[in-house]
Nanobody, 124 residues
Framework: QVQLVESGGGLVQAGDSLRLSCAAS???????MGWFRQAPGLEREFVAA????????NYADSVKCRFTISRVNVKNTMYLEMNNLKSEDTAVYFC??????????????????WGQGTQVTVSS
């Protein structure tokens, strides 16, 4: 089992940047990872995913070319670099982990472990 803690959220203006971090309680080398978000009144939605070895990534269309997911397994940390933020990016952001033997596989669903979330608010 792995515990995940997100950080880096905050209140920013439209066009600003933020970097979210997801710190794990154990080595992340055996996990595929992802970021999700949930805005008030809406369901949680997929944002980005990264494979266990970091070689493959995938993004929701709404964040493509603005957000970048990355990971540093030796630091047990995953990141989400968010640029050119928009008001519609306002949400609680969650990181998630899925144990897998497949080093290059991406997952949009079926994550097993979740963090508590960090609030990102973008004012227009």
């Amino acid at each position: 089992q792995v515990q995940l803690v997100e950080s880096g959220g905050g209140l920013v203006q439209a066009g600003d940047s933020l970097r979210l971090s997801c710190a794990a309680s154990r080595t992340l080398g055996s996990y595929a990872m992802g970021w999700f978000r949930q805005a008030p009144g809406l369901e949680r939605e997929f944002v980005a995913a990264i494979s266990r070895n970091g070689a493959s990534t995938n993004y929701a269309d709404s964040v493509k070319c603005r957000f970048t997911i990355s990971r540093v397994n030796v630091k047990n940390t995953m990141y989400l670099e968010m640029n050119n933020l928009k008001s519609e990016d306002t949400a609680v952001y969650f990181c998630a982990a899925k144990p897998t033997f497949a080093s290059g596989t991406l997952y949009v669903h079926e994550y097993d472990y979740w963090g508590q979330g960090t609030q990102v608010t973008v004012s227009s």
